[in-house]
């Protein structure tokens, strides 16, 4: 059983700074991509950043590009979201996702099956 753990959230005032963590457990954690995403009140979900399995290649939606950092350590078995500079529309539950399949190439639109509960981020102007 695949679990995923986030923290890190919190409140923090535009241009200010927070990093996420969500820890893995369940199976090898360096074998599977990694992703964040996050969900606005009345919004839908959305794809914030992703890792491959190695760490090796990341991808950022367009609105968070050159602002947040996705980053992953294999041997905690943890992804971390440094995000900086931050907006009050990066206001959302932010989410940890894992890939199901092993060594996938994974891309902005891959489909993860498995999800933590999430964290809070708030941004005031």
């Known amino acids: 059983q695949v679990q995923l753990v986030e923290s890190g959230g919190g409140s923090v005032q535009a241009g200010g700074s927070l990093r996420l963590s969500c820890g893995a457990s369940g199976r090898t954690f360096s074998n599977y991509a990694m992703g964040w995403f996050r969900q606005a009140p009345g919004k839908e979900r959305e794809f914030v950043a992703g890792i491959s399995w190695s760490g090796g290649t990341t991808y950022y939606a367009d609105s968070v590009k050159g602002r947040f950092t996705i980053s992953r350590d294999n041997a905690k078995n943890t992804v971390y979201l440094q995000m900086n500079s931050l907006k009050p529309e990066d206001t959302a539950v932010y989410y940890c996702?894992?890939?199901?399949?092993?060594?996938?190439?994974?891309?902005?639109?891959?489909?993860?099956?498995?999800w933590g509960q999430g964290t809070q981020v708030t941004v005031s102007s």
């Open positions: 996702a894992a890939d199901s399949v092993p060594f996938r190439v994974v891309s902005t639109t891959t489909r993860y099956a498995y």
